[in-house]
């Protein structure tokens, strides 16, 4: 929303968490943060496997200049996962 700033924007960024238990509700801890190449504003990432590989899907900016209240439409990023499952 335009009342939060670009500051609140530019801070959604992506992280790897892993849950302690079968509990959905955790214990969860933080792994780390995913930091795609552009480093860009993302968000509502996915994973989805396709055969033997994983892939992560999310929402950002390609443009490095391009800022949320742009009119310009938000991309769909696609990375494969290593063999560890952090990109």
Sequence with gaps: PEEHGRAFWDMMRMFVLR?????????????????????????????????????????????????VESEKPISIHCARLSQDGVT
């Design 19 to 67: 849950c302690e238990t079968a509990h959905p509700l955790g214990p969860w801890s933080i792994l780390g943060r995913i930091v795609p190449q552009n480093d860009r504003f993302a968000l509502d990432p996915v994973v989805a496997r396709h055969g033997d590989k994983e892939y992560l899907f999310w929402a950002g900016h390609h443009d490095p200049e391009q800022t």
